[in-house]
């Protein structure tokens, strides 16, 4: 059932088995998993149904270090269904070797493996609605190759898949609203969690409205559920006990914050351009039909060459549209806006003009190509970031309308990072000179003896801020997820990737969800 807890009496205490904090992706799983179990869960989500902007207004922050793109409250949000409200819907797992401890990547290493982690990714498939097709299916490879081959030693095709149905809170909300054991708290902000005198079991979250009402849930095991940055940022302001924050003994709580970078590697000239774009069009993909439209870095030159995961993709290139074109798309904006054109006329004279321009135009952007017709294409690189425990989320001064401290972003990129940028965008050129696809003119920041800030930014992808390890001198949470040294307390979400690799993170979030839950659950069922 969802209840909206500014209903619910002054200082309300909720009793509930589980309490699971954040209803994104992660939440959302857990609780799914959950219905129609003897067990009582209780759901906080900080927003409601929709978007509110006093309550997005609380993931507004502080960020310094590397230029990350964009702004901490425009890069999640913060209402039911999380961030799976605005994603693009990709999914991939991880590869193999993303789990593995690799020599030439300091702090690298999951404590479970790929095959630990294969059962969830295939319970976690249904729940994102995905295409009955599996990830590495060599005859859609085959059946959707491109007229050419890259050198598999060195660059290797995989495809993504998409979620038929991403909008999780959409999709979700009538199962949840009957569920008669799962009570979702709508407006409710947890403000911290409280514990025991020893701080080795939380007693209860503490929980406050935006118009300044306070409640109290009381659980046998907590979920701490809110995406890669608010996980960090809960646990340090959870200090009434332990100064230093909560599971923070070692400080190691916001550290290792990853994202994937991402930007333009170079230019490619070419003759026949469209052999080189189509395959990696992503607007061309249908009915959920998947395109091998990731080039990797293969296992052995990452090895070979002790670089980092990542990814590279042509991007159409568009030319300056004449003014026919540009006439259409200012008319067509302010029609879209409500707006009465003001130059109508003038407009309507230049469109005409150009017709011989406009309609291949729009023919080739219903194509999902570039309106314009040109030589040359844009290639991109997407990357794995290397754990850094220098790139961290901390506390500000400052404060949000509930009182809290707000976040602070310190993003930074180390040698391996941008070594890796280099090498693959070498590594793609190579390849496409070899194949007589196209003449490669790399970015000026990529060039050899240049010494300048690398011109990536993140993709909004917050992991790794409660890394996953064995040894509490090495991570916040245990294989299981379970906070070190806290009894019942455990964490979902990115935050606990010790590697991100480069593939879209929202399937592995699900599938560690899965896998937490039935953890709690065996737990709940002895007693």
């Known amino acids: 059932m969802l209840i909206d807890v500014r209903t619910l009496a002054e200082e309300a205490v909720i009793e509930a088995d589980l309490c699971v904090v954040g209803a994104g992706a992660a939440g959302i799983a857990i609780s799914l998993s959950l219905i129609g179990t003897r067990h009582q869960i209780c759901v906080l989500e900080s927003g409601g149904l929709e978007f509110e902007p006093d309550t997005q207004a609380l993931y507004a922050g502080e960020a310094v270090g590397m230029p990350w793109g964009t702004t901490l409250d425009s890069s999640r949000l913060r209402y039911f269904g999380g961030t799976t409200n605005h994603w693009g819907g990709g999914c991939i797992p991880l590869d193999e070797m993303d789990f593995r ?90 403000i911290e969690f409280t514990t025991n005198e020893a701080a080795s079991a939380v007693s209860e979250a503490r929980v406050r409205t935006l118009d300044g009402r306070s409640g109290h849930v009381r659980a046998r095991h907590y979920v701490l559920a809110c995406g890669g940055i608010e996980n960090a940022r809960l646990l340090l302001l959870s200090n009434a006990v332990c100064p230093s924050g909560l599971g923070n003994g070692r400080d190691l709580v916001g550290r290792f914050f990853m994202d994937h970078p991402s930007g333009k590697l170079g230019t490619i000239t ?107 294409i844009d290639f991109e690189g997407f990357f794995e970031q290397a754990p850094n425990p220098e790139s961290r989320i901390g506390l500000a001064d400052t404060l949000d309308a509930l009182g809290q401290r707000r976040v602070r972003l310190d993003w930074r990129l180390t040698e391996l990072d941008i070594r890796t940028y280099r090498a693959a965008a070498d590594i793609f050129a190579a390849e496409l000179a070899r194949l007589e696809l196209g003449r490669v003119q790399l970015d000026p920041w990529l060039r050899p003896g ?22 509490p001198r090495n991570g916040v949470v245990d294989r299981d997820c379970k906070v070190h040294g806290i009894d019942n307390l455990y964490v979902a979400g990115g935050s606990v990737f010790p590697a991100g690799g480069w593939a879209f993170p929202t399937l592995t979030i699900i599938a560690l969800a899965l896998r937490l839950t039935d953890h709690v659950t065996a737990r709940l069922n002895a007693g």
Do not use: C
């Open 270 to 376: 070419s003759d026949d351009p469209a052999r080189l774009a189509d395959p990696y069009n992503r607007q061309m993909e249908l009915f959920g039909v998947p395109r091998p439209g990731e080039i990797s870095l293969s296992r052995d030159v990452q090895e070979k060459e002790r670089l980092l995961n990542g990814r590279l993709r042509p991007q159409d290139y568009e030319e300056p549209p004449p003014d026919g074109i540009v006439a259409f798309r200012r008319l067509r904006s302010d029609v879209h806006d409500g707006h009465f054109p003001g130059d109508l006329a003038k407009d309507v004279w230049r469109m005409a003009a150009d017709i011989e321009d406009l309609v291949p135009g729009i023919y080739r952007r219903l194509l999902g190509k570039p309106v314009i017709k040109s030589h040359r």
């Open 101 to 190: 401890e690799r020599p030439w990547v300091p702090h690298s290493g999951w404590p479970i493996s790929r095959s630990d982690l294969d059962p969830w990714y295939g319970r976690a498939r249904p729940i994102l609605h995905l295409p009955s097709i599996p990830f590495d299916d060599e005859a859609v490879l085959a059946r959707n190759a491109p007229s050419f081959s890259f050198d598999s030693s060195k660059l290797v095709h995989r495809y993504q898949l998409p979620s038929l149905q991403p909008r999780l809170g959409a999709v979700y909300r009538a199962d949840l609203e009957k569920a008669d054991n799962v009570r979702v708290l709508l407006h409710a902000n947890l």
């Open 450 to 471: 240049v010494n300048v800030t690398p011109e990536v930014w993140g993709m909004a992808h917050h992991l790794g801020t409660t890394r996953m390890a064995e040894d």
